[in-house]
Protein backbone atom coordinates (compact mmCIF):
# COMPACT_ATOMS: atom_id res chain seq x y z
CA UNK A 1 0.00 0.00 0.00
CA UNK A 2 0.92 3.30 -0.44
CA UNK A 3 -0.25 6.42 1.01
CA UNK A 4 -0.85 9.94 -0.82
CA UNK A 5 -1.22 13.12 0.76
CA UNK A 6 -1.49 16.12 -1.28
CA UNK A 7 -1.10 19.84 0.48
CA UNK A 8 -0.29 23.15 -1.01
CA UNK A 9 -3.67 24.09 -2.25
CA UNK A 10 -5.80 27.44 -1.92
CA UNK A 11 -7.52 30.51 -2.76
CA UNK A 12 -5.28 33.05 -5.15
CA UNK A 13 -5.78 35.71 -7.82
CA UNK A 14 -5.34 35.62 -11.80
CA UNK A 15 -1.42 35.70 -11.92
CA UNK A 16 -0.38 33.96 -8.84
CA UNK A 17 1.16 30.85 -7.60
CA UNK A 18 0.78 28.34 -5.71
CA UNK A 19 3.24 25.43 -4.87
CA UNK A 20 1.25 21.93 -4.44
CA UNK A 21 2.60 18.98 -2.70
CA UNK A 22 2.08 15.19 -2.39
CA UNK A 23 3.57 13.13 -0.07
CA UNK A 24 3.96 9.40 -0.56
CA UNK A 25 4.78 7.17 2.16
CA UNK A 26 3.99 3.00 2.55
CA UNK A 27 5.61 0.19 0.09
CA UNK A 28 7.03 3.72 -2.24
CA UNK A 29 9.90 1.05 -3.57
CA UNK A 30 6.70 0.46 -6.19
CA UNK A 31 6.26 4.40 -7.04
CA UNK A 32 8.22 4.86 -10.56
CA UNK A 33 6.31 7.57 -11.63
CA UNK A 34 3.71 10.28 -10.20
CA UNK A 35 1.99 12.57 -11.64
CA UNK A 36 -1.03 15.42 -10.93
CA UNK A 37 -4.42 15.67 -12.73
CA UNK A 38 -7.25 17.84 -11.99
CA UNK A 39 -11.22 17.93 -12.04
CA UNK A 40 -13.05 20.64 -12.80
CA UNK A 41 -16.97 20.59 -11.28
CA UNK A 42 -18.97 18.99 -14.21
CA UNK A 43 -15.93 17.99 -15.79
CA UNK A 44 -13.85 14.38 -16.79
CA UNK A 45 -10.18 14.42 -14.53
CA UNK A 46 -7.72 15.62 -16.84
CA UNK A 47 -4.00 15.17 -16.39
CA UNK A 48 -1.74 18.35 -15.66
CA UNK A 49 1.68 16.83 -15.28
CA UNK A 50 3.89 13.73 -14.39
CA UNK A 51 7.34 12.79 -13.74
CA UNK A 52 9.35 10.16 -13.81
CA UNK A 53 10.94 9.44 -10.22
CA UNK A 54 14.09 7.95 -11.51
CA UNK A 55 15.04 9.59 -14.32
CA UNK A 56 13.09 13.07 -13.95
CA UNK A 57 11.53 13.04 -17.42
CA UNK A 58 8.57 15.19 -17.06
CA UNK A 59 5.47 15.25 -19.31
CA UNK A 60 2.76 18.74 -19.22
CA UNK A 61 -0.10 19.19 -20.51
CA UNK A 62 -0.63 21.90 -23.23
CA UNK A 63 -2.84 24.54 -21.34
CA UNK A 64 -0.20 24.27 -18.61
CA UNK A 65 3.29 24.15 -20.47
CA UNK A 66 5.10 27.32 -19.15
CA UNK A 67 3.32 28.15 -16.68
CA UNK A 68 3.39 24.70 -14.40
CA UNK A 69 6.62 23.10 -13.03
CA UNK A 70 6.44 19.41 -11.60
CA UNK A 71 9.76 18.22 -9.92
CA UNK A 72 10.43 15.70 -7.14
CA UNK A 73 12.44 15.12 -4.06
CA UNK A 74 13.29 11.66 -3.63
CA UNK A 75 14.87 11.64 -0.67
CA UNK A 76 11.41 12.87 0.73
CA UNK A 77 9.07 11.05 -1.97
CA UNK A 78 7.38 13.83 -2.37
CA UNK A 79 6.01 15.80 -6.22
CA UNK A 80 5.83 19.10 -6.12
CA UNK A 81 3.62 21.02 -8.81
CA UNK A 82 4.64 24.95 -8.82
CA UNK A 83 1.84 26.61 -10.48
CA UNK A 84 2.73 29.84 -11.68
CA UNK A 85 0.76 32.74 -13.77
CA UNK A 86 -2.74 30.80 -12.17
CA UNK A 87 -6.03 31.29 -14.13
CA UNK A 88 -9.32 31.11 -13.55
CA UNK A 89 -9.71 28.02 -15.79
CA UNK A 90 -7.00 26.65 -13.84
CA UNK A 91 -9.83 25.99 -10.56
CA UNK A 92 -10.22 22.66 -10.02
CA UNK A 93 -9.04 19.74 -7.62
CA UNK A 94 -5.75 18.65 -8.27
CA UNK A 95 -5.19 15.10 -7.17
CA UNK A 96 -1.80 13.10 -7.39
CA UNK A 97 -0.99 9.60 -8.61
CA UNK A 98 1.51 7.10 -8.64
CA UNK A 99 1.73 4.38 -11.58
CA UNK A 100 4.59 1.98 -12.42
CA UNK A 101 5.53 4.26 -15.52
CA UNK A 102 5.16 7.71 -16.93
CA UNK A 103 3.01 7.36 -19.79
CA UNK A 104 1.16 4.78 -18.18
CA UNK A 105 0.43 7.66 -15.18
CA UNK A 106 0.30 10.78 -17.69
CA UNK A 107 -2.67 8.52 -19.63
CA UNK A 108 -4.01 7.16 -16.44
CA UNK A 109 -3.99 3.47 -18.61
CA UNK A 110 -2.10 2.29 -15.39
CA UNK A 111 -2.75 3.97 -11.78
CA UNK A 112 -1.72 2.21 -8.56
CA UNK A 113 -3.04 4.87 -5.91
CA UNK A 114 -5.09 8.61 -5.86
CA UNK A 115 -4.19 11.10 -3.32
CA UNK A 116 -7.37 12.49 -1.97
CA UNK A 117 -7.23 15.82 -3.62
CA UNK A 118 -6.58 19.87 -2.92
CA UNK A 119 -8.40 22.39 -3.86
CA UNK A 120 -7.45 25.27 -6.22
CA UNK A 121 -9.57 28.33 -6.59
CA UNK A 122 -8.40 31.24 -8.86
CA UNK A 123 -10.76 34.23 -8.55
CA UNK A 124 -10.14 36.50 -11.19
Known amino acids: QVQLVESGGGLVQAGGSLRLSCAAS????????MGWFRQAPGKEREPVAA????????YYADSVKGRFTISRDNTKNTVYLQMNSLKPEDTAVYYC?????????????????WGQGTQVTVSS
Open 97 to 113: ATGPGLMPVYSRTYIYY
Open 26 to 33: GRTSSTHA
Open 51 to 58: ISMSSGKT
